[in-house]
């Protein structure tokens, strides 16, 4: 079953996106580079609890 997973700016820390992952298939956390638009640039963004 897919869960929804919220991404946090790692440099900042506001929760700016959200999407949804298999969870047994991929425990590990999710993280990708987004844009960010309080940092006003490109930044790494983790799966983290709300």
């Known amino acids: ?5 919220h ?3 790692q ?3 506001r ?3 959200h999407t949804t992952k ?3 298939a991929h425990p590990e956390k999710f993280e990708v ?3 960010c638009k309080w940092c006003n ?3 790494v963004h983790k ?3 709300l």
């Open 1 to 5: 079953m897919r869960e929804i997973i």
């Open 7 to 9: 991404l946090k700016c």
């Open 11 to 13: 440099e900042c820390g």
């Open 15 to 17: 929760f700016n996106y």
């Open 22 to 24: 298999e969870k047994r």
């Open 33 to 35: 580079r987004k844009y």
């Open 41 to 43: 640039k490109h930044t």
């Open 47 to 49: 799966e983290s609890k």
